[in-house]
């Protein structure tokens, strides 16, 4: 079996270079110089790591098979796999992989606010990124406080998200908040008296009251 380990980016500077998108909890394990990967696709490849370095939170990697630019450009795109063959025991803890993660649903309490649609894997932490149900993404801290479990044979992950991260209550409607939004007269006490705000009602109704002291 195959498992996809990073996907190849712009190229990086003349001289073959790519940025990579990181999809292992293992990097140091994954991009040594002399590891070959199996490319899709297949005529972009087999790819052999010439070097690996961090530039600030990105890696990038260069190919012996790849020694310019307009080369590199070409690998834009690709995927890298290993053999899962080629994954020893001491990686069995090692974690979730992205293809185990994308579409499961993510939970907080009994609410699912989304779906994983995919993993990144970075130096200092693993962010989740979560579609919602109105199409938003959100980035989740992969961390076992804000994360605690992930069910694959159940296909969800469960979320103690900070407060504000998703909002999964809703809230109360504004006429309910404030009971006078429902009667805009209670606002006004004019309103209920146009005459009030009407200066030749006004006039009229004190010659009316007059008329009828005369009489």
Do not use: C
């Not at 002399?34 to 530039?55: D, K």
């Not at 069995?92 to 994308?102: M, S, T």
């Amino acid at each position: 079996m195959q498992l996809q380990v990073a996907r190849i980016g712009k190229p990086h500077g003349i001289r073959g270079e790519v940025t990579v998108q990181v999809l292992t909890d293992a990097p140091g394990d994954r991009f040594v110089p002399g590891t070959q990967f199996i490319v899709e696709p297949g005529s972009a490849g087999p790819l052999t790591v010439f070097s690996a370095r961090w530039n600030k939170d990105i890696l990038l990697l260069a190919f012996d098979e790849i020694e310019t630019r307009n080369e590199a450009e070409g690998l834009r795109g690709a995927k890298l796999f290993i053999e899962t063959e080629d994954i020893g025991a001491e990686d069995d803890d090692e974690g979730w992989y992205e293809h185990e993660l994308v579409g499961l649903e993510v939970r907080v309490g009994d609410n699912v606010v989304g779906k994983v649609s995919a993993l990144h894997t970075l130096p200092v932490q693993d962010l989740l990124v979560v579609t919602t149900d109105d199409g938003k993404e959100v980035l989740i801290p992969f961390v076992e406080q804000i994360v605690p479990e992930v069910n694959v044979a159940e296909k969800y992950v469960l979320v103690t998200p900070p407060p504000g991260l998703f909002e999964v209550n809703t809230d109360e409607a504004p006429e309910a908040q404030n009971p006078e939004a429902q009667n805009p007269e209670a606002q006004n006490p004019e309103a209920q008296n146009p005459a009030a705000q009407d200066p030749k009602a006004q006039g009229a109704a004190a010659r009316n009251s007059e008329e009828q002291g005369n009489a």
